[in-house]
Nanobody, 126 residues
């Protein structure tokens, strides 16, 4: 079992940047499927970005392509989400997620993940 803890959220103006981190309690080699999701009030949780720790292969939601970058740090126990050119519609609670095994169709779906952090709030003002 792995515990996840997000940090780095905050309030920024449109066009600004934030860097989110997700620290894992266990070596992420055992949980190679890692992702960031977000949920705005009254909306469903949606995927933002995915990474396979072993190969570094990534996927992104269309809404964040070219603006957000998911990565892992050198010890592979911390997941990073670099968010640039932020927009008011990016405002949400951001969650990191992990799984030992995620079927291909579920890589960008909440059902594909077993472990979740508590979330960190991102607020973008216009």
């Amino acid at each position: 079992q792995v515990q996840l803890q997000e940090s780095g959220g905050g309030s920024v103006q449109a066009g600004g940047s934030l860097r989110l981190s997700c620290a894992a309690s266990a070596h992420t080699g055992n949980y190679p499927h890692r992702a960031w999701f977000r949920q705005a009030p009254g909306k469903e949780r949606e995927a933002v970005a995915y990474i396979y720790i072993g190969s570094g292969s990534t996927r992104y939601a269309d809404s964040v392509k070219g603006r957000f970058t998911i990565s892992q740090d050198n010890d592979k126990n911390t997941l990073i989400l670099q968010m640039n050119s932020l927009k008011p519609e990016d405002t949400a609670m951001y969650y990191c997620a992990a799984s030992m095994s995620t079927p291909l169709p579920y890589l960008l779906l909440p059902r594909g993940y077993d472990y979740w952090g508590q979330g960190t709030q991102v607020t973008v003002s216009s």
